[in-house]
C-alpha cells in the first residue's frame, strides 16, 4: 500500500541510503535541503507567501506537523518579514531536532526503524534503516519520470526536483552520464518556468547559496589547518 508523504519526508527518504543506516550526502547538504524542504512544504500548504523578496505568513489553521507547527511559529513571531535565506540557515541550525521528529514520522509509518546503541557505553548513538524499499524505490521512480517527461505543469515533484538539484542527489536518480545530462537539463527547465511560484525559486536557490558558503568555509578551513 503506497503511503503518504510530504515533501519533508520524501527528501528524508531520497537522502537516506537504501541498506546502511546514513545518509547518501554530506551533513551540510543534508542539513540545508532539509530546512528547505521544510519552507517548501508550508508554501505547498498554502500557509507562507512571498512579498517584496520576503517569506510572509499567510491564515489558516495551526499544522498538526510539530515540525511545520513550530517553523511556522517562528515565522508568525518574526519582528519583520525575513528573506527565504534568512529561514533557510535558521531552519537548517535546528535540523537534527527536526531530522529526529520527521524519522519519528516515518517509523510510525513503518518505513523506517530506529536502532539506539550506546558507543563505549556512553556516547548514545541512533541509526536508521529501511523497512522496506518499496516505498523510497518507488518514489525515485515518479520522480525520475516527473522530470524527464515534464511538460511545463509543475506541482509538488518540482519543488522535490529542485532540492535533488541542489543537494547534488542526481545520482540516486540514474548513474547513466547521459540520462543524467538530461535530468539536470530538465530541472534547470523546470525551476526557470515562469509557472514555478516565486517562493520555491527563492527557497531553492538559498539551498545552493547555504550549501556552496557551507562547502567553500570547510575548504577554506581545512586549508588553513594544513598550513
Known amino acids: 500500500m503506497e503511503k503518504t508523504l510530504n515533501t519533508s519526508e ?15 550526502i554530506p551533513r ?3 542539513q540545508y ?3 528547505g524542504a521544510i ?18 505568513p499567510k491564515p489558516g489553521k495551526t499544522p498538526a ?38 524519522m519519528t514520522v516515518l517509523t510510525g509509518k513503518r518505513i523506517i526503524r530506529i536502532e539506539e546503541t550506546m558507543v563505549l557505553g556512553i556516547i548514545p548513538w541512533r541509526r536508521s534503516y529501511l523497512t ?38 542526481r545520482r540516486i536518480l540514474s548513474t547513466d552520464r547521459e540520462e543524467l545530462k538530461m535530468i539536470k537539463s530538465q530541472i534547470k527547465r523546470i525551476l526557470n518556468d515562469n509557472q514555478i511560484s ?13 550549501i556552496i558558503a557551507s562547502v567553500t568555509t570547510s575548504v577554506a578551513a581545512s586549508s588553513a589547518g594544513r598550513r
Open 10 to 24: 520524501k527528501f528524508v527518504l531520497l537522502a537516506h541510503h537504501p541498506e546502511k543506516g546514513r545518509l547518501v
Open 65 to 102: 506537523d510539530p515540525v511545520k507547527n513550530e517553523v511556522m511559529q517562528m515565522i508568525n513571531d518574526s519582528a519583520r518579514p525575513r528573506k527565504a535565506g534568512y529561514w533557510v540557515r535558521k531552519i537548517a541550525f535546528r535540523y537534527s531536532r527536526y531530522m529526529r521528529q520527521i
Open 28 to 30: 551540510q547538504y543534508f
Open 132 to 169: 522496506e524499499s518499496y516505498t523510497r524505490s518507488n518514489l525515485i521512480r515518479q520522480l525520475k519520470n516527473d522530470i524527464l517527461v515534464y511538460r511545463g505543469n509543475p506541482g509538488d515533484s518540482s519543488a522535490l526536483a529542485g532540492l535533488v538539484e541542489a543537494c547534488r542527489m
Open 33 to 35: 535541503g532539509l530546512a
Open 198 to 210: 516565486d517562493i520555491v525559486a527563492q527557497t531553492i536557490r538559498q539551498v545552493q547559496a547555504a
Open 39 to 56: 519552507l517548501l512544504d508550508l508554501c505547498l500548504d498554502g500557509r507562507i507567501g512571498i512579498d517584496n523578496g520576503r517569506i510572509t
